[in-house]
């Protein structure tokens, strides 16, 4: 999904917005991060070309005295990147707590982590911990995400980009 229908839909959800999304290229992440915002990191580096790629989530939603890091990868890796890896002990040197998804939702050969990641943000933003989302909305079964989560957002999604979407003729190359 593009960064643009992204932070759409962020920005468009009640309790969402009130966090100020903001998505950034791997290597644009903020060494500081603030209490009480979402940060969606795009595996690409802002000087790539590529549209395609990965997103991942740090979040510090809820932060009460000390910041607390919480990361959301679908593939339930605890540092994909090394970018992310810096800026988190950078800010756990600093007093920060560090929590993160150890789950794989994501099926390996799927392109669906955007809808993964806005689908627990979603959840996040409405006061559920990391570990509600993993046991009461996520299935341990990346079989399953693959085919409830996508439908879900995609009602998110503006209606003219929906019915462009279902003219759109899908092949086995659009699950690759």
Known sequence: MESS?????LNNDFYAKKFDPQIY???????N????KIYVVHSCDSSS???KGHYVVLDTLFSKSNLCITFFDTFGRKFPYTEIKNIVQFNVTGGASFC???????????????DLSLFYILWRCRGYTLKDIQ?????NLPKENLKKIPPFIEKLLPMEIREKRKKKKLTWKDFA
Do not use: D
């Open 100 to 114: 993160f998804n150890h789950i794989r939702f994501q099926p390996i050969r799927s392109t669906i982590c955007a």
């Open 25 to 31: 290229p791997k290597n644009l992440l903020p060494k």
């Open 49 to 51: 070309s590529k549209k």
């Open 33 to 36: 991060l603030q209490k009480n």
């Open 5 to 9: 229908l992204v932070l759409y839909i």
């Open 135 to 139: 046991i009461k909305k996520f299935s």
